[in-house]
């Protein structure tokens, strides 16, 4: 690969893998945060609602963060890939734009409101300002797929000689069918990084406080039963939601629009009738071939197009150059992220019995369980986005634009670097201030004390 | 259509230093207008509500560039590629700095934060008035309309290579640093009560002289460096109300200023910064990034256009989408309108 090219790649997938860790945590907190809080309106249990606000002080804290990583986003498809805008502004300029105007202005507008106007506003307003950054964020969220789904997808657009495209449906555009089920299907891993990190916070004060037995209301581990009583029934919907039907929609979208993407994938060199599913095993690029591979027969088949013995194209009976160009990180992604998905199917619907038996908060093996695997929704999510991403290639917008043709000529390969390692000296540092300030913030808890270490409790 | 869009990128480029001016200016004279904690955090939180909000014009302009004039978007994010990177990192540590300050009571930490927040609201506001400086000035196009600029070469404005900084768009960077500085300072007054009022006071009632004189002389200044601006004022006579929207603007933020009515003397610093910005797109328009080899290679409204059915559609929704957009606005303003409450919530 080119090396200018190379950096311009970089320099997106990383700022791009690691502005979603926020945003994840944002839109996901933010439905649990509504949930909390209106389930304290109509109880009028004064927990929820301190629960509520407990997680919205970390939700306040991911908030700058995706905010801050989000700008360089918006204006890399100008700086880095230049050659990409001129060809496609003409389309996506309008989900771009309709994101400022309908998302980012409504989230950012309510924020400090829901972060700071509790007094003022009283409860039913302050629910008011968390519903508005809750849904500002969810259609922020919308438009931006809405963009990628376009990119994976091209629809509702016309393109002349010199390769410019330009809008000839907005509805097309907006009812994308590839965007339908990516955005669900985005939205519910978004609502199981907030659940995972909402349980696991609980798991963790059950188990700090090792009150086993009984525990007194109020107390911090009343709040940590409290996460889990939310976290985990959320979770398993989102996490259902997840594998079936969007994932298997997504999947079914993938082999129908970008056949070799599906082979890559699924790590199916050779054309299959019936393919087998294929579990573990590493794609040998040299040879064209899958070493030590675990698979199910028929399987792929099967869930492919719903008859066990249909046929499932091969990533070589297709042309090289149309080949997906790192076959086999494509291969581990996908097959991290649905091996993760199937995990959190399976712990979560195991807690959610065991919260149904009134059991939960005293198995301590369940609760080290949650707690351990908090971190690794932000994995799912991001080897989902890589899936997605590297399956793109060779392509900026599917079967239209190739990636190396979407950069911008007049950046070289060194400046490129030049911001790239600025970048990542500077996601460190804020990396690090995160988790020291959210570490906290847990620390602290949505106990009410007698502690003013917390700033935005200074009341 | 394209002259239309033009002019609606411009408004919001307007609103974007209008509102995001005054709360950068507020970070350049931060640490001066406030000696204590208790001071320093009313200054935050006179912007704390608002800030993200500010910014977001910035970056529906950005949008709503990408959608009418996508070629000039490609051209000016990677032609401009360094500067922007660097107000990228200023505008992330300016963010952070402010949101992460009051969350730990620190004697290591917040003069930490409260220097980051300051350096960062600085270096922006000289940065965005070099950026316009860059825009007036023109740049090297190629054939495609591409260019690529090293942030400085020998600071002449002519030349193969031009750099991002030459002795004009410093010039005219110091002048939006004025400019934003007495913005700012003049919305604090408008927020605080007290010593951080008479101080704001002060810092505006200072740099309004070097202000004006720095506005006549880059007035000057642009009129010998981009020859479109005089010959479009003598075209169409009409343009001069802008600047003239401008001075107006400046001479009521002194005289309400000094009869103590800050609401009136910030609107006044409001319509002198709104008259300069649209005076600058009056006079280039119609070139969107004017070449300096030959204007022949500008990009205009016209070469740099995106697709007329796009932009047509964008209309619809653009339209309703600001109207709501400008009722948050209010409703946010509405409700943190008065001075500022150190005791209180937030910030």
């Known amino acids: 690969m080119d090396q200018a090219l190379f950096y311009h790649r970089f320099h997106f997938a990383f700022t791009a893998s690691y502005h979603y860790l926020f945003p994840q945590l944002t839109m996901g907190l933010g439905l649990l945060i509504v949930l909390l809080q209106w389930t304290g309106l109509r109880t009028g249990d004064a927990r929820y ?41 003409g389309v996506i300029g309008q989900t771009l734009a309709m994101e400022g105007v309908f998302a980012f202005f409504l989230e950012s507008s309510f924020l400090a409101l829901f972060l700071f106007g509790r007094k003022k506003l009283g409860p039913k307003a302050h629910f008011g300002a968390a519903v508005a950054v809750w849904v500002g964020s969810w259609i922020s969220g919308y438009f931006i797929v809405a963009t990628n789904a376009f990119m994976q997808h091209p629809v509702g657009y016309t393109m002349d000689a010199q390769g410019h495209m330009a809008l000839s449906s907005l509805p097309a555009l907006l009812t994308n069918p590839w965007l339908v089920w990516q955005y669900i299907h985005t939205m519910s891993g978004a609502v199981i990084t907030g659940s995972f990190t909402v349980a696991a916070v609980g798991a963790y004060y059950l188990l700090r406080d090792d009150s086993l037995g009984e525990i007194d209301p109020g107390s911090r581990s009343d709040y940590g039963r409290l996460f889990l009583r939310v976290g985990v029934p959320v979770g398993l919907i989102a996490s259902v939601i997840m594998a079936f039907p969007t994932g298997d929609r997504q999947a079914a979208h993938v082999a129908e629009y970008q056949p070799p993407t599906f082979a890559a994938m699924e790590g199916l060199f050779e054309t299959g009738e019936p393919a087998g ?160 300030l959210a570490q906290r913030e847990i620390a602290h808890g949505p106990v009410p004390d007698v502690s003013h270490g917390v700033g935005h409790e200074e009341v | 259509m394209a002259s239309i869009w033009f002019w609606l990128v411009a408004a919001l480029l307007t609103m974007y230093v209008v509102l995001d001016g005054f709360d950068l200016g507020a970070g350049a004279i931060y640490p001066f207008v406030g000696k204590s904690d208790g001071e320093r955090r009313a200054v935050l939180k006179s912007i704390g509500p608002v800030w993200d909000a500010n910014e977001v014009w910035l970056l529906t302009a950005g949008g709503s560039l990408v959608l009418a004039f996508p070629k000039l978007y490609a051209s000016s994010f990677s032609g401009f590629y360094l500067p922007l990177m660097a107000v990228l990192w200023l505008l992330i540590l300016r963010a952070v700095a ?171 610093s409001v319509t002198f910064l709104a008259g300069m910005l649209l005076s600058v797109s009056f006079g280039l328009y119609p070139m969107v990034l004017p070449a300096t080899n030959g204007a022949a290679a500008s990009l205009t409204v016209s070469n740099a256009m995106g697709p007329e059915h796009g932009m047509r559609v964008a209309f619809f929704w653009w339209i309703p989408g600001m109207v709501l957009v400008t009722a948050y606005t209010a409703f946010i303003y509405q409700n943190m309108r008065g001075k500022v409450d150190v005791e209180g919530e937030g910030y």
């Open chain 1, 49 to 89: 609602d301190r629960a509520a606000l407990f997680w919205g002080r970390v939700f306040g804290l991911s908030f700058v963060m995706g905010v801050v990583t989000g700008i360089p986003m918006e204006f890399q498809f100008g700086t880095n890939w230049a050659r990409f805008s001129e060809a496609t502004g």
């Open chain 1, 277 to 436: 599913l294929v579990l573990i095993g590493q794609p040998d690029m040299g040879r064209l071939h899958l070493d030590n591979p675990l698979e199910v027969p028929a399987a792929l088949s099967f869930l492919t197009y719903h008859r066990w013995s249909a046929r499932v194209q091969g990533l070589t009976s297709f042309p090289e150059e149309d080949w997906p160009d790192n076959v086999p990180l494509l291969y581990y992604a996908y097959h991290i992220m649905v091996g993760l998905g199937t995990i959190f199917i399976a712990v979560l619907a195991l807690s959610a019995f065991m919260l149904w038996r009134r059991r939960l908060s005293r198995a301590k093996p369940a609760l080290w369980l949650i707690m351990l695997l908090a971190p690794f929704p932000f994995i799912a999510n991001t080897m989902g986005w890589m899936t997605a991403e590297l399956g793109r290639q060779p392509w900026n917008v599917w079967g239209v634009l190739r990636t190396a043709e979407g950069t911008s000529n007049t950046v070289s390969a060194g400046n490129a670097l030049f911001s790239l390692l600025g970048f990542m000296g500077m996601y460190l540092v804020l990396g690090i201030l995160f988790l020291f």
């Open chain 2, 98 to 268: 402010l949101e992460f300050r009051n969350h730990l009571n620190d004697v290591v930490w917040r003069p930490f934060w409260d220097v980051v927040f300051w350096g960062a609201s600085l270096v922006l506001t000289i940065f965005l008035g070099a950026a316009l400086g860059n825009v007036v000035r023109g740049v090297p196009l190629d054939t495609n309309g591409y260019f690529f600029s090293p942030l400085w070469t020998n600071f002449t404005t002519q030349g193969e290579r031009i750099g991002i900084l030459d002795w004009f768009t410093v010039t005219v960077g110091v002048t939006s640093m004025l400019a934003l500085v007495h913005h700012g300072a003049l919305w604090v007054a408008l927020k605080t009560t007290g010593p951080v009022n008479e101080r704001a006071k002060k810092a505006a009632a200072w740099t309004w002289p070097f202000l004006l004189a720095a506005v006549a002389l880059v007035t000057v200044l642009t009129f010998h460096i981009q020859s479109h601006v005089p010959r479009r004022l003598a075209a169409q006579p009409l343009g001069y109300v802008f600047p003239l929207l401008a001075l107006g603007g400046l001479a009521v933020s002194l005289w309400m200023r000094r009869r103590g009515r800050e609401l009136y003397a910030f609107l006044g």
